[in-house]
């Protein structure tokens, strides 16, 4: 099973971009990538997802280099309201268990 | 449209009690996930089903059970509660089973169950 790892917390102010990257070494051919986000009480909200390449939607952007071994999520001009946890994971495709494997996830303070 | 719902949104039990925790996927979703969460830590995955059928299982005791119904809600059952089981209770829908696709699941808020 693909495992990840990511900083633990990140703090940034207001109006500047963040880059929280996650490193996935043993992701497989078949595995996306996949971001969710995380406020306190409630449940985790997908932000992005992607296999290789650049993704970019209303919210964030998802870089992933060519071997696959890291991504990027950038949040663009944050706000305080991006305050939250952030979870990288690798989906596994195929075979008898389609669960996602959740990590600690990155902490990001967002101040004013 | 509404989302995914979870039914009761907190709950408080005693040391070897059971529990049933209700989820109703987001309409058009074949697919239901169950997760636990405690304090401090991501969610951990439990049980998926997809068409009724159980379909993945996580690293959880026997006293945790789930099944899928016809509609497609889904109960988690776990019985002789322990303390450790305090937890966040997620459950996740998603458009198909989650093993052949990357159709990304959608989670609901939970259920808080606390263990006296």
């Known amino acids: 099973l693909a495992k990840t790892t990511q900083p633990i917390s990140m703090d940034s102010y207001e109006g500047q971009e963040v880059n929280i990257t996650c490193s996935h070494n043993?992701?497989?051919?078949?595995?996306?990538i996949t971001w969710y986000q995380q406020f306190p009480s409630q449940g985790p909200r997908f932000i992005i997802q992607?296999?290789?390449t650049k993704v970019t939607n209303e919210v964030a952007s998802l870089f992933i280099p060519a071997d696959r071994k890291s991504s990027t999520l950038s949040l663009p001009r944050v706000s305080l309201s991006d305050t939250a946890v952030y979870y990288c994971?690798?989906?596994?495709?195929?075979?008898?268990?389609?669960?996602?494997?959740f990590g600690k996830g990155t902490k990001l303070s967002v101040k004013p | 449209d509404a989302g995914v719902t979870q039914s009761p949104t907190h709950l408080i039990k005693t040391r070897g009690q059971h529990v049933t925790l209700r989820c109703s996927p987001i309409?058009?979703?074949?697919?239901v996930s169950w997760y636990q969460q405690v304090l401090g830590q991501g969610p951990q995955f439990i049980f998926q089903?997809?068409?009724?059928?159980?379909?993945g299982r996580g690293n959880f005791p026997d006293r945790f059970s789930a099944r899928q119904f016809p509609n497609y809600s889904s109960e988690l059952n776990v019985n002789a509660l322990l303390l450790g089981d305090s937890a966040l209770y997620l459950c996740?829908?998603?458009?198909?089973?989650?093993?052949?696709?990357?159709?990304?699941?959608?989670f609901g808020d939970g259920t808080r169950l606390s263990i006296l």
């Open positions: 996740a829908s998603s458009l198909v089973w989650q093993g052949n696709s990357n159709q990304p699941q959608h």
């Open positions: 089903y997809y068409e009724k059928e159980e379909r």
């Open positions: 309409s058009g979703h074949k697919s």
């Open positions: 043993n992701i497989a051919t078949n595995d996306y």
């Open positions: 994971l690798v989906g596994e495709r195929g075979g008898s268990q389609g669960n996602l494997i």
């Open positions: 992607g296999y290789k």
